[in-house]
């Protein structure tokens, strides 16, 4: 399935919310084992030859074209084998009922997809549904969810029903007909021109409403195509789900209704995923409902005393768990990495996690120890990943699942390196992360392993944010990270100092805890290896990047991330590393 393609529904789906039509055909009730209207009417057929006493050799349809000289209709074959309505419905429901064998099996239900569809439409983001089924499994799952549709299932209800744009409940427009009041449209001819009420209704719903096709080729029904391609342009985007291999007909109305082809695995997976996108967004809109100021300012009064410790606890874990589920409900990675798919995923994660980096930046500035805590926890929590037997992964795309936890990283990062938190920072930088993970579903990995590192080579880090920079990373992070600090900076180039001090300390931490994969000594590289040696010439040495690391070479142990615990607590082991680290980036940065 393209998740990418998946998304980009999902996201003008909770957008544009009722904006857009389902236009459903028999693939949808595939799984459900409902035969198609071809099968129903084949099966009809052959109940006429042996009620006439003969034998169908080959074709069913070919049969009845060569006895009676044209087509098969519904409506010829039901006046043939039953005389009354009742009868006619009666002839008709073991192709759309189970019976009590088939109940068994749980054929005959609603599927997964209807269920979805459902679901979405209870919540308003679906109000229009065209179907050229003759089954009622929409209407089961509707009335499962608590919905009462209003139901259309020929040209002279549409008179009667309530037009669309004033309707407040979701509308189910069966264009060939329904089963209970056998009034089908299933010939060539009735399928090639629709009667003049029906068409002038559907192309105003093609006009008004974005498209979303599924289970449906288009190959039988010419006159629906018809109208989709008339003149008239919808105000909004159209989608045409295929498995396997596109028909022609869906290549022709993608181009000509400049909509998107979407390859799916079937019905059910499709509209599941759907939902599930489109409900994780819809429930982290409806966390920020709360009002960002009125969370930063509950926060601020959990943070003045210990008799809130409870109350802040919650609110951290509420928009933890918040993040977490919105990550992973897009934590499929099945496709190519491309600079779209990147700035999705951006998109996503950076919504998803600036509740916490936000609250982060107060606990880090005003808490206690203990308030900072959980933020080491959760970014461990980030960092894993649920795994699907059979589960498909592009090498290379997984590490768009690192954006979040690595952006809340880097912010607590520079936090700590601003309010001198070095003890809490230190604690954090020494968790590790269960299986599974992004990185491994069998190995545990340090979290500075994970979050500290580029996985990333330059040249894709730049052509992922359409940049040219020696070290792309440093920029990236900076440039997402700078606006939630800017009430914490007089100037921007304080903010600058802070980041590449946190930044070059991030690095020695890692090569001091051992965090390089290889046995071979190694640190990530990052432009503060350029910009110190532009402050050493700046201001003449008075940058505070500059004063900050000469004073570790004065204070020794008591210099604050020292005295704090970091490096052991000891300023040999510092220098020791530091050393080290010089040595690998005078052979390795770039000039």
Not at 482 to 487: G, R, V
């Amino acid at each position: 399935m393209s998740i990418e393609r998946l998304t980009t529904l999902s996201f003008s789906m909770y957008s544009n919310k009722g904006a857009y039509a389902l236009l459903l055909g028999s693939g949808i009730s595939r799984s459900a084992h409902i035969p198609t209207g071809w099968d129903v009417e084949t099966r009809l057929i052959e109940q006429l030859a042996v009620s006439s006493r003969e034998v169908i050799k080959t074709d069913a349809h070919q049969w009845f074209k060569d006895k009676y000289g044209k087509e098969a209709s519904y409506s010829f074959l039901l006046e043939e084998l039953v005389n009354t309505p009742t009868e006619r419905v009666q002839l008709m429901k073991p192709f759309f009922e189970p019976t009590e064998d088939e109940k068994e099996l749980d054929w005959k239900r609603p599927t997964k997809a209807h269920i979805a569809i459902a679901k979405l439409a209870k919540e308003g983001y679906i109000r229009v549904i065209l179907t050229t089924n003759f089954d009622r499994l929409l209407e089961q799952a509707f009335e499962a969810e608590g919905v009462a549709p209003q139901v259309i299932s020929h040209e002279a209800a549409i008179s009667q029903a309530t037009p669309l744009v004033h309707c407040q409940i979701p509308t189910i427009i069966k264009i060939n007909g329904d089963y209970i009041d056998c009034q089908f449209r299933n010939t060539s001819e009735e399928l090639d021109e629709y009667p003049p009420i029906m068409h002038k209704y559907l192309e105003r719903i093609f006009e008004d409403y974005g498209l979303i096709t599924c289970g449906w080729s288009g190959d039988w029904d010419k006159g629906l195509v018809k109208i989709m391609t008339e003149p008239s342009v919808s105000r909004y985007n159209s989608f045409y789900a295929f498995v396997g291999k596109t028909s022609e007909t869906l290549n022709t109305l993608s181009i000509s209704r400049h909509g998107e082809l979407l390859p799916i695995e079937g019905a059910d997976e499709m509209f599941t995923e759907l939902y599930e996108q489109v409900a994780a967004l819809d429930k982290n809109h409806v966390s920020r409902k709360l009002g960002h100021e009125m969370m930063i300012a509950k926060c601020k009064k959990y943070l003045s005393s210990n008799q809130y410790d409870i109350d802040y606890i919650d609110l951290v874990e509420r928009l933890g768990n918040d993040a977490y589920n919105t990550i992973n409900n897009y934590a499929k990675y099945d496709f190519g990495l491309t600079r779209d798919a990147f700035l999705r995923y951006l998109d996503i994660h950076k919504t998803a996690i600036m509740p916490l980096m936000e609250i982060a930046l107060l606990a880090i500035r005003w808490g206690k120890w203990y308030h900072i805590k959980p933020f080491g926890e959760l970014l461990v929590k980030l960092c894993t990943r649920t795994f699907k037997n059979g589960e498909i992964t592009s090498e290379g795309t997984q590490y768009l699942h690192s954006i979040a936890p690595m952006l809340l990283f880097n912010a607590i990062g520079i936090a700590c390196v601003k309010y001198n938190r070095y003890k809490e920072l230190d604690s954090i930088l020494k968790l590790s992360v269960p299986t599974p993970n992004f990185m491994s579903v069998s190995y545990r990995w340090k979290l500075l392993s994970m979050l500290g590192s580029t996985h990333w080579n330059y040249e894709t880090w730049n052509e992922l944010i359409g940049a040219n920079y020696y070290y792309p990373i440093s920029f990236f992070v900076f440039n997402s990270l700078k606006p939630i600090f800017k009430d914490c900076f007089i100037v921007d180039s304080e903010y600058e100092n802070t980041f590449y001090i946190w930044e070059r300390m991030r690095s020695l931490v890692y090569g001091y805890n051992k965090c390089y994969i290889l046995n071979e000594f190694s640190i990530p590289l990052g432009q503060f290896t350029r910009s110190e040696v532009e402050y050493k010439h700046r201001g003449m040495g008075e940058e505070p990047y500059t004063l900050f690391w000469e004073s570790a070479d004065s204070l020794q142990n008591e210099w604050a991330p020292i005295k704090q615990g970091m490096f052991g607590g000891r300023y040999e082991n510092y220098k020791e590393i530091k050393d080290k680290a010089d040595s690998f980036i005078q052979k390795y940065r770039k000039y």
